[in-house]
């Protein structure tokens, strides 16, 4: 409520984007999930302009937004996906875990009977009886379930059906002043990157005291200038000096959301062979919500084939 004021006709939009934007974040918030699912799937692209959004608009506002969220910068992924994420969003907020992203697996093994998850154990291939791993020693297993991405997945279960992933590249820079005392995600509408935030603005732990650490996501590899480009373009965004940033690392991954396009049918079961299972995003939608809906699927249909 205290941004209201940004929603002003004339700020953000037009009264004719405002109506569509109020009229489908209703529908996103209020409707059943398996309404959302329902229905022929489209592009996003083709569903916003369906909701009436201008051209102008879609290009200033959901597209720098959702190029981030998709990993891609058409707008050619599912209506059906966007629509949940959609809803996620109005119904939750962005956040980012204290002690970083470990800390949701972490909180899941903890709530398990001691010595249930085997770390650092990579699984070689699937055997008749359960699994080997790479130290050659055998797991015995009734149920194995695949939950390693994509790539992974399709060398232990061949013949599985994965789709092609979005590769991104995320920058980390460290500043010795905070160039927006805020935990705001920006965009770019020039699309020189997906999106940055001051990290450090958002989990103060995530720097040493009176440092700034700065996240910038790009779509694709890190090539030759790419970091002093992406650099330059930070220092128009934030109207800071980016000359004295320190760059500390940067990641590339190479899976880091499956493609999904339409039709998505947004869940498909675990099973892929007797006592064999997958689950993962790419068997339901490319998040980490996805992941955990796909894990919970796999684990129903494992009780149900073991008779528990
Ligand atoms: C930069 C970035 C930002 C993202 N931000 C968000 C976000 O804000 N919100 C969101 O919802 N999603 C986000 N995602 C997407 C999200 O991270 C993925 O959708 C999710 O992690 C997929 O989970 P998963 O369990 O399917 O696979 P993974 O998380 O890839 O887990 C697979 C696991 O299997 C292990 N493994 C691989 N091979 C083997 C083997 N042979 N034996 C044993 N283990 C093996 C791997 O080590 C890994 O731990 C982001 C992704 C990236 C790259």
């Given at each position: 409520p205290r941004h209201l004021g940004d929603l002003r006709p004339g700020r953000l939009a037009g009264p004719r984007d405002l109506l569509a934007l109020g009229a489908l974040s209703a529908r996103d918030l209020l409707a059943p999930v398996r309404l959302l699912k329902r229905g022929e799937d489209r592009t996003t692209r083709t569903a916003l302009a369906a909701a009436g959004f201008s051209e102008e608009f879609v290009e200033r506002f959901f597209r720098p937004f959702l190029s981030g969220v998709f990993l891609e910068d058409e707008l050619e992924t599912s209506a059906r996906f966007f629509h949940l994420v959609w809803r996620s969003m109005l119904r939750g907020n962005l956040c980012l875990p204290a002690e970083g992203i470990g800390a949701v697996p972490r909180l899941l093994a903890d709530a398990l009977p001691a010595g249930t998850v085997r770390l650092e154990r990579a699984v070689a291939a699937l055997t008749d009886d359960g699994v080997e791993l790479v130290t050659g020693a055998e797991l015995p297993a009734r149920a194995v379930v695949v939950a390693t991405g994509p790539g992974p997945a399709a060398v232990l279960l061949p013949g599985l059906d994965v789709p092609a992933y979005r590769v991104v590249t995320t920058y980390y820079h460290v500043g010795a002043r905070s160039p927006l005392a805020e935990p705001t995600l920006l965009t770019d509408t020039r699309g020189r990157f997906l999106n940055t935030c001051v990290l450090t603005e958002v989990v103060p732990g995530y720097a040493p005291a009176g440092l700034s650490l700065i996240a910038t996501s790009v779509l694709g590899e890190d090539t030759p200038g790419r970091e002093r480009a992406v650099r330059e373009a930070l220092g128009d965004a934030y109207g800071a000096?980016?000359?004295?940033?320190?760059?500390l690392t940067s990641r590339t991954v190479r899976d880091a959301l499956p493609v999904m396009t339409p039709p998505q049918p947004l869940g498909r079961t675990a099973r892929v062979a007797p006592g064999r299972y997958v689950c993962g995003d790419h068997r339901a939608t490319g998040s980490v919500q996805g992941a955990l809906a796909s894990g919970a699927r796999a684990a129903r249909e494992v009780a149900r084939d073991l008779g528990r």
């Amino acid at each position: 409520p205290r941004h209201l004021g940004d929603l002003r006709p004339g700020r953000l939009a037009g009264p004719r984007d405002l109506l569509a934007l109020g009229a489908l974040s209703a529908r996103d918030l209020l409707a059943p999930v398996r309404l959302l699912k329902r229905g022929e799937d489209r592009t996003t692209r083709t569903a916003l302009a369906a909701a009436g959004f201008s051209e102008e608009f879609v290009e200033r506002f959901f597209r720098p937004f959702l190029s981030g969220v998709f990993l891609e910068d058409e707008l050619e992924t599912s209506a059906r996906f966007f629509h949940l994420v959609w809803r996620s969003m109005l119904r939750g907020n962005l956040c980012l875990p204290a002690e970083g992203i470990g800390a949701v697996p972490r909180l899941l093994a903890d709530a398990l009977p001691a010595g249930t998850v085997r770390l650092e154990r990579a699984v070689a291939a699937l055997t008749d009886d359960g699994v080997e791993l790479v130290t050659g020693a055998e797991l015995p297993a009734r149920a194995v379930v695949v939950a390693t991405g994509p790539g992974p997945a399709a060398v232990l279960l061949p013949g599985l059906d994965v789709p092609a992933y979005r590769v991104v590249t995320t920058y980390y820079h460290v500043g010795a002043r905070s160039p927006l005392a805020e935990p705001t995600l920006l965009t770019d509408t020039r699309g020189r990157f997906l999106n940055t935030c001051v990290l450090t603005e958002v989990v103060p732990g995530y720097a040493p005291a009176g440092l700034s650490l700065i996240a910038t996501s790009v779509l694709g590899e890190d090539t030759p200038g790419r970091e002093r480009a992406v650099r330059e373009a930070l220092g128009d965004a934030y109207g800071a000096d980016s000359d004295g940033w320190d760059l500390l690392t940067s990641r590339t991954v190479r899976d880091a959301l499956p493609v999904m396009t339409p039709p998505q049918p947004l869940g498909r079961t675990a099973r892929v062979a007797p006592g064999r299972y997958v689950c993962g995003d790419h068997r339901a939608t490319g998040s980490v919500q996805g992941a955990l809906a796909s894990g919970a699927r796999a684990a129903r249909e494992v009780a149900r084939d073991l008779g528990r």
